[in-house]
């Protein structure tokens, strides 16, 4: 089988480290992978480097030739238009397997639509389409007076997927709770495998959880990584304040920066806030933290890069108990409840400085729990099980598509006993035999 | 004896590819389920809701009902401002083995509820009275998908929920509560259904 891999491929980008695990792994197991790099090609990028893959690689945006003897196309998608813009776009001329980052994709919608052209959705049309006239009623009261509050809260709510996702043969997601949010709104084959994922550096010495405890946060830090619910955390609690210094690591919005650097020299405490940083940089943030702290609110993501890289870390971590971080087993990492981040916080912290051994040991836990559970091979596996799925599922889909098709020159949309005959007859000429 | 299981329901994946006028989605009902009120004799108030995370009504023995994806956002409108200080939210069905429901009110802390098993109604007191035209409710749960049991619907399904009640005291919700059942036994004696 010959697989066309549509991804971003730059360094920096961890959907790009991601699909060099994947593709590697795949390679491996005997398919034949090409990458097609799925970003707007910007001399940043270029800049940036390439993860090395096993195939040829080469851009969709100079029409994706070594992608054309394919067998099956892949497409990654995320809340990223220029990451992610040939798939956006590819998928409705090729359409083939969805890996979903995101569960929220309005930022990609929004520089979809900004983006023009005779092809580009409108913004309201869409976010009407799939979530009511109570979703777009909410967008036109925050649009303008309190932007942050729609795109980095109020979109988890209404969450856009179908305009991207509805030419989908079959959708892989990382996590149940991703799963959860497409299965209702996307009706195609679906499966969820936990994210392959690696660290910069596997294997570091132990933390040392000594005074000063370094607290780490990693990623692109946005509003909704509650980076200013730590500090607040810090702020308020002496102990904690004498004992910890924190530090921010990964892109971040000028506005968000400026917020926590005011509030913690107001508050005497010790916060760096270094900006984005290289792998062998990052690799040195994980070796000299003693805590790593994954917080989310909303959730957005399918699945957390940066978690996994603290859990493999052999830090302690403490993750929002929400989205796919409730996912991960609590007796591997401390949860603290949304709406309660700043008190769960300080108890999560207080008991590392009052039982390191315990600590340590839940983190050397929590590393092995991360390798078996975010395993490329594994995850290669599942992945070709799934692309039997989704081969054994073409004709009823095919089925179904022509059906759609012919209701929708009659004009008729099936709705009760007429919904329940389709599914019936479809059930039993499609149906997988399994005993009652 | 077998059953044919497929990987997704065929009538949705029509319903969410056909080309839907904007007329006619405009003309869909805006709300699945009811929300009743009990504030007070008089108040006169139409109170209305805003759903997301629904899927379509569905009728059990006359009795409406929608099931959450998981992630239910109820929001009732009130044609005035009213005070209220509870919510009732009746549960029509859960997963066959229960499901915790966790609820937020107006974007505040989560409520961690019991867990529910079947047709329940859970009652929140807000804790003081609140003056509003409109109270937002985030229904939270665990979800399930009875293909997974070997039966045809392949939705991934959270709690069912029947009803809204709203009231300035638990007397005004039972009130409601008992005059909504009492309007619903009537329809259905009378053969017009729900």
Known sequence: MKLAWYTPYALPSAVGRYSALVVAELARQGIDVVVVRSEVPTADLLRAGAHPAPGPVCWAADG?????????????????????????????????????????????????ASAGGAAAPDYETVLRAECGDGALRRYRALREALPRAW???????????????????????????????????????????????????????????????????????????????????????????????????????????????????????????????????????????????????????????????????????????????????????????????????????????????????????????????????????????????????????????????RLAGWGVAPDGAFAERIDSVLAGLFGARRAA | MTTGVLPFRPSERIRMLLPVPPSARAAEPAIPITCVQGLGRGAGVAVEGDFAGFHPLELDGGVPFAWTDGHGTVVCRAARTVTLRHVW????????????????????????LARVRGRRTVR?????????????????????????????????????IERIILGRSVAACAAAAWADALRRFDRSRSGRGA
């Not at chain 1, 099956?72 to 397997?97: A, E, K, M, Q, T």
């Not at chain 1, 550096?201 to 509003?223: E, H, I, Y």
């Not at chain 2, 939210?89 to 961690?112: L, N, Q």
Request: hydrophobic share 45%; aromatic share 4%; proline share 6%.
């Open chain 1, 151 to 405: 795109w980095y809260d109020a979109v988890a709510d209404h969450p856009v997927l179908r305009f991207a996702l509805r030419d989908a043969l079959g959708i892989v997601t990382h996590s149940r709770y991703a799963a959860g949010i497409v299965a209702p709104r996307v009706a195609a084959p679906l499966t969820t495998i936990p994210l392959a994922y690696d660290g910069p550096q596997l294997t570091l010495p132990p933390p040392r959880l000594a005074t000063p405890l370094r607290l780490l946060t990693v990623g692109n830090v946005n509003p909704n990584k509650r980076v200013g619910d730590v500090v607040a955390a810090l702020a308020g609690d002496a102990v904690l304040a004498a004992r910890c210094d924190y530090r921010v690591v990964g892109a971040i919005e000028d506005a968000v920066r400026a917020e926590i650097v005011a509030h913690s020299a107001a508050a005497g405490l010790v916060v760096t806030v270094t900006g984005p940083v290289d792998a062998a940089a990052l690799a040195a943030e994980l070796a000299a933290a003693d805590v790593v702290i994954c917080l989310r609110r909303p959730s957005l993501e399918g699945a957390s890069a940066s978690v996994i890289e603290g859990m493999l870390s052999g830090r302690p971590v403490i993750v929002s108990d929400t989205g796919c971080f409730a996912e991960i087993p609590g007796a591997l990492v401390a949860k603290v409840a949304p709406g309660r981040e700043v008190t769960d916080l300080r108890r999560a912290l207080h008991a590392i400085l009052a039982a390191p051994d315990g600590a340590r040991a839940r983190g050397a836990a929590a590393r092995a729990w991360a390798l078996e559970h975010h395993a490329p091979a594994a995850y290669a596996r599942r992945f070709l099980d799934f692309c039997t799925t989704v081969r054994d599922a073409a004709g009823l889909l095919h089925t179904v598509d022509r059906i759609t098709e």
């Open chain 2, 124 to 160: 929140i007191n807000l804790g003081q009275r609140v003056r509003s035209t409109e109270i937002r409710l985030e229904l939270t749960s665990p979800t399930f998908v009875p293909a997974d049991a070997g039966l045809t619907d392949s939705r991934c399904l959270g709690v069912a």
């Open chain 1, 64 to 112: 994706g030739a070594c992608a054309e003897a394919a067998d099956l196309v892949v497409h990654n998608i995320g809340d990223h238009h220029g990451n992610h813009f040939h798939s956006f776009d590819g998928l409705r001329r090729r359409p083939g397997i969805v890996v979903l980052h995101d569960v929220s994709l309005h930022g990609a919608l929004l520089g979809l």
């Open chain 2, 89 to 112: 939210i009746v549960v029509h069905a859960t997963a066959p083995h229960g499901a915790s429901v966790e609820v937020k009110v107006d974007g505040g802390p989560p409520r961690h």
